[in-house]
């Protein structure tokens, strides 16, 4: 849904700049070309649950967690050492920046049962 969003907003852009390429000569940019690049995939942590738990990304891209529970949770890498949130309270979050291809399991430290994973592709 984001990504639709996101896509769209891009288009306006581009739809605005070419109406207004003659008078703004010179300033018609891609503002968004570079966050586009590396996008943030988000994954909230919500009711005991990662949404979503399971997502593949691409080599480079940074996922970042959310906490809108009441209760503290982590994100921990089950290998323990990949990635670690940390406690996270209400509100807080936590990016990582994922740089090797492979799935990578993770789960809340707090709460065992909450599990999740990232796959890492190489390409798309
Ligand atoms: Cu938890």
Do not use: E
């Amino acid at each position: 849904m984001k990504r639709i969003i996101l896509l769209m907003t891009v288009a306006a852009v581009v739809v605005v700049g070419t109406l207004f390429a003659v008078s703004v000569a010179g300033a018609h940019k891609h503002p968004t070309a570079k966050a586009q690049k590396h996008p943030t995939r988000k994954v909230l942590i919500q009711n005991f649950r990662f949404k979503p738990a399971h997502i593949t990304i691409k080599r480079g891209m940074r996922v970042r967690w959310i906490n809108k529970d009441s209760a503290a949770h982590t994100a921990t890498a089950n290998n323990g050492r990949s990635f670690d949130s940390g406690r996270l309270g209400k509100g807080q979050r936590y990016t990582h920046t994922f740089k090797r291809a492979g799935k990578k399991p993770y789960h809340c430290k707090i709460h065992p049962h909450m599990r999740g994973s990232v796959v890492v592709k190489r390409w798309r």
